[in-house]
């Protein structure tokens, strides 16, 4: 335990260096009792293009402009038992966009979360119910002049993820809904993925999609917003949109370096859209996993995977005791013998022979003589 918590006061620190919060929890839900699990990410995203229309492809940014977006998160997922979890994360992001007139950036902490989830039904798939928070640090200015790092609205979130597994491989999905507060419009969030096992690696893939389910305040006056971006984010549809649905795909491989440790290398791209950004993405990250109860939960089985003994004695008893509080084994008590390794002559514990004493040898024919004699004289008394 005592070196469990060093691990993670020198892990907490390194993450406090980092100055990052965020997150990049999987998708696939794992319930592993009083399992608390850290991680540490990167990603960035490229544009040079926007979807205008669904299916009708991407249009490219006017006089060669790009919008481009660094995130570092910190995401952190506490499992008290085996049937729900409560997650908190947090994003500092760093964004630059720029046009033929000039570049701008904006450098933050641009939000955080939190939620729960638990295992609702466990049987020929599993089913978990999702709910969330996000809290954003920074809000949009349309009088500003900084890029866009973030939405910059309160969303409240629910979804609900399928998932089984098969083995060496898993299969997941889910569908959800993400209220944006100040008008914006309601998303509906989807995706699926695949994930295989091969020993201490995973390599999966996951489609990712969120469609607007609502309309946004500003949905008649789309120009003014458009005008906005076309300012601050180079024309970049990344955030502040109307009506924004997108598409998007994501390919991870992890290593599972030992029970505590994982690496991940992810990448993807967007393939379709509507008023949202076409780019690419690549990203890291670092897991620590820290078992609470190490050290203190009770094994099921001693070491080396030995099943429990079999004795028969009753709990509680020695197992001199062969299955019954009242019938000794003559076995186990012949076998009984005296600890006798003490450093000390034993021999001078030993009882001393005793001298058998002689019986007196008696004549039997003296004895027939005096009975004879002692007749003769009663005879002769009368």
């Known amino acids: 335990m005592a070196n469990n918590l060093q691990c993670l006061s020198a892990f907490l620190v390194t ?14 839900k794992e319930f592993r009792r009083d399992r608390w699990d850290f991680e540490l990410g990167t990603n960035y995203f490229y544009s040079e293009a926007n979807y205008e229309t669904f299916g009708e492809g991407s249009t490219s940014l006017s006089s060669g402009n790009h919008y481009q ?52 039904y466990d049987g020929w798939a599993q089913l978990v119910p ?68 091969a020993d201490a690696f995973r390599i999966g893939g996951e489609v990712i999609g969120s469609q607007s389910i609502t309309d946004d305040k500003d949905t008649n006056t789309q120009y003014i ?45 967007t393939v379709a859209g509507e008023n949202s950004a076409a780019g690419y993405h690549a990203g890291a990250l670092v897991r620590y996993s820290f078992d609470m109860a190490e050290g203190y939960r009770q094994q099921d089985y001693p070491l080396y ?32 013998r005296e600890a006798t390794d003490d450093g000390v002559d034993q021999s001078q514990f030993k009882p001393r022979p005793t001298k058998k004493k002689k019986k007196p040898s008696v004549n039997i024919q003296e004895q027939l003589d005096k ?4 007749v003769e004289l009663k005879r002769g008394g009368n």
Not at 16 to 25: R, Y
């Open 69 to 120: 977006l660094l995130d570092v998160d910190f995401a952190t997922r506490y499992m008290p038992s085996r049937t729900w979890s409560v997650f908190g994360s947090g994003t500092f992001s760093s964004a630059q966009s720029k046009n033929s007139v000039a570049t701008r950036t904006n450098t933050s902490f641009s939000n955080i979360t939190g939620g729960f989830d638990f295992l609702a």
């Open 371 to 374: 009975t004879e004699f002692d």
């Open 225 to 269: 917003r458009n005008a906005y971006l076309q300012n601050v984010n180079a024309g970049s549809y990344k955030f502040y949109s109307v009506n924004p649905s997108s598409i998007d795909t994501l390919f991870y491989a992890t290593w599972m370096v030992n029970n505590n440790w994982a690496l991940q290398i992810n990448g993807g791209a």
């Open 305 to 336: 995977n030995t099943p429990p003994s079999t004795s028969g004695a009753p709990a509680g008893k020695s197992n001199m005791y062969n299955r019954s509080d009242s019938e000794m084994s003559s076995s186990n008590t012949r076998q009984f």
């Open 130 to 197: 999702e709910f969330g928070i996000l809290i954003p640090l920074q809000q949009v200015d349309p009088a500003g002049d900084d890029a866009l790092n973030s939405e910059g609205v309160v969303e409240l979130w629910g979804r609900l993820t399928a998932q089984k597994d098969f083995g060496t491989a898993r299969f997941y999905g889910w569908l959800g809904l993400d209220y944006r507060a100040d008008g914006r419009s309601s998303l509906m969030p989807w995706g699926a993925g695949l994930q295989f096992k």
């Open 15 to 28: 993450l406090l260096l980092a100055g990052s919060v965020g997150h990049a929890l999987d998708n696939y």
